[in-house]
């Protein structure tokens, strides 16, 4: 049975897409790259080096101009995020948060971002977490399994006793590649092959969620 959960954390818990937007929109007018709103959609759960290339798109860079690139849109999102709160924090996580806890089922993060320990404070929820696996913890970014398969194996859980819940179909992805139940919030275009799929955490229940998981086998 499912003993612990894995949390993705831009689009889940909280909106840093917005930040992440804003950071790369400046970095974009400054180089003259097109770029909008829209275009930032797909960069959902992606990698910031990733994310970087598809902004730049056929254009030549240098290795050194990409890296120079990289962190000065982390910079300016670093300097976004300071101004995060609890009240960042997405409807429902918390009553799920402690559900879980009650539950005695193991709680971790699995995101791509290399901030998510800033942030997870800034939320005021980074004691909750037993594991926090972030941009640092892998080399593959997902849709390879291997960050949530580093989540599970520092819970000392077996991958199939584990949920990870996502709103990027590269999440959905990896979660399924690493062998473990999905998650997927948003619309079913987008995360529409993970075992159950709704909205977004707000009034979700874990016994719901879990009796939704078992009949799903
Ligand atoms: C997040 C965001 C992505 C971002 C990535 C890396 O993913 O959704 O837009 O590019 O992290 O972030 P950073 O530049 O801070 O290392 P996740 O996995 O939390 O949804
Ligand atoms: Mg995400």
């Avoid at 889940?12 to 897409?17: E, F, G, H, I, P």
């Avoid at 759960?45 to 730049?56: A, D, F, M, N, Q």
């Avoid at 982390?74 to 009240?87: K, S």
């Avoid at 997902?142 to 709103?167: I, M, T, Y």
């Amino acid at each position: 049975d499912i003993r612990g959960v894995i949390f993705d954390l831009d689009g889940v818990l909280t909106d840093t897409a917005e930040y992440h937007y804003l950071g790369w929109q400046k970095l974009a007018d400054e180089e003259g790259l097109p770029f909008n709103r829209e275009a930032n959609e797909d960069l959902r759960g992606v990698s910031r080096r990733e994310s970087l290339l598809k902004i730049v798109g056929k254009k030549q860079y240098s290795e050194k101009q990409l890296q120079e690139m990289m962190d000065r849109k982390n910079r300016y999102y670093v300097d976004f995020i300071q101004t995060m709160t609890p009240g960042d924090l997405l409807p429902g996580t918390i009553a799920l948060l402690d559900e879980l806890k009650q539950a005695g089922i193991k709680i971790a993060l699995g995101s791509a971002s290399k901030n998510a320990q800033t942030v997870l404070e800034k939320l005021g929820i980074a004691d909750r977490f037993d594991v926090v696996a972030d941009g640092y913890s892998v080399q593959q970014p997902k849709p390879a399994p291997d960050l949530f398969l580093f989540a599970a194996q520092h819970l000392g859980l077996k991958p199939e006793q584990c949920v990870v819940v996502e709103d990027a179909a590269a999440g959905i992805e990896a979660a399924l590649a690493a062998g473990m139940y999905a998650i997927g919030l948003g619309p079913s275009e987008r995360v529409g092959s993970a075992h159950v799929v709704l909205p977004n955490l707000a009034g979700v229940h874990w016994t719901e969620l879990r009796d939704k998981l078992s009949n799903d086998q």
